[in-house]
């Protein structure tokens, strides 16, 4: 059986095939203005890659904020079931996954089956995502696939105290003219991320096996903040950034 998951965030789409049960291939493009078109192209490129017809496809989930703009899916489903699902068939002991994507972040309780029993979410400010990593690293002019590792450099994290981008940035830049190491302030940048991801995560409860997932996942320094935060030990999912696209793609085998 073949089937597809297709995630559709802010700044990027993600693609999952999935072949009798095993992850053929992942892809992740820019979403771009069209979200829907971002949907269509990652699903025909991943299937090129593998050579697979579209009329081999035997069933397509969509999930994402524009999961309703994937007009050939066969069913459209939240990223919190799909993120859930697709932690657990990464990996079986996940208990409780922090996912932080491009906009928004969440914490979720889920069950051995991948079920999500709670979750909380902030999807109203970019602070503590993405997109507020993209702001603070072109504030302090470093590659963004950098940022995590150069902060492990850090003596003294800088403190920042706004939980507002806006005002975050405007932090960073006052730090940057009184001559603040630049590894300080990224450093004090994860730090505050991880103090309001760690608040959704202890809403929900942080059971054993605690996993990441979504791009940040990708960035060691905000990893390390959260443990520090929460006390535990996180492990990154294997393919973190196509983590909800994997879950679509499961639960569109069980349809």
Known sequence: MI???????????????????????????????????????????????????ESDVNSIVSTGYGRENVEFSNKSITEITCHGAGAVFQDSETRTVIDIG??????????????????????????????FLEVMARALEVDLENFGSLSLNAQFPAKISSLCTVFAESEVISLISKGEYRENIMAGIHESIASRVSALAKRVGTQDKVVMTGGVAMNIGVVKALEEKLGKSITVASIPQENGAIGAAILASRL
């Open 102 to 131: 491009g906009q928004d972040s969440k914490a979720l309780a889920i069950d051995a089956d991948g079920k999500v029993k709670d979750f909380a979410m902030n999807d109203k400010c970019a602070a503590g995502t993405g997109r």
């Open 3 to 53: 089937s597809f998951g297709i995630d559709i965030g802010s700044i990027t789409a993600k693609g999952a095939l999935l072949v009798d049960g095993e992850i053929l291939g992942t892809r992740v493009i820019f979403t771009g203005y069209n979200s829907g078109k971002a949907g269509r192209t990652v699903f025909e490129e991943l299937l090129a890659e593998h050579k697979i017809k």
